[in-house]
């Protein structure tokens, strides 16, 4: 069984924004299923390639996403090798989809966070590209996060989410390997 986590901020606020690519990935997979409260956040069950998955979004600001990381992979027996995290990533390029397993957080706090809970960094990332602000940006990266795609990015924001659930949907059916070799090779 996987844990696929989308990270994001909870609240009309953030929805829509770069730093929330996460919970429209997961929404996206989840396709109509019913969302409920528990874990600090909001999961979802599906099935995906014959395994079970559950899909959770966690409620407790992106910062502190590992309080609910945690305890629902220990509730589930998962181990945080089958914990899968969709995340925005500022170090790719706009569009950009790549899967990676383990490492740091490059500065990302929710990684962090989720890191400090399960006791390891070593879980599967997919990490969705949102690019560095642009040299006329006047702000801190935290703003640049935290904006909405301009109306120009948002078909590249959605195409970004489908792409995330077709690299979910590999990693279940052809496993880790394959699938990095696959995603991350596309340009």
């Not at 910062?63 to 998962?78: D, H, I, M």
């Not at 899968?84 to 706009?94: A, I, T």
């Amino acid at each position: 069984m996987f844990l696929v986590v989308g990270l994001g901020n909870p609240g009309s606020r953030y929805s829509g924004t770069r730093h929330n690519i996460g919970f429209l990935a997961v929404e996206f997979l989840a396709r109509g299923a019913e969302w409920r409260q528990k874990f600090q956040g909001e999961i979802a069950q599906i099935e995906l390639g014959g395994q079970k998955l559950t899909l959770l979004k966690p409620l407790t600001y992106m910062n502190e996403s590992g309080q609910s990381v945690g305890p629902a992979a220990k509730f589930f027996k998962v181990e945080p090798r089958d914990v899968v995290v969709v995340h925005d990533e500022l170090d790719l390029p706009l569009g950009t989809v790549r899967i990676k397993q383990g490492g740091g957080d490059a500065g990302h706090n929710g990684l962090r966070s989720i890191r400090a809970h399960l006791g390891t960094g070593d879980f599967i990332r997919i990490r969705l590209g949102i690019g560095r602000p642009p040299p006329t940006f006047r702000g801190e990266i935290a703003d640049y996060v935290l904006q909405g795609f301009p109306l120009a990015d948002q078909g590249a924001r959605d195409t970004m989410a489908e792409q995330a659930a077709l690299a979910l949907e590999l990693i279940v059916e052809r496993g880790l390997s394959s699938a990095m070799n696959t995603v991350n090779q596309r340009k």
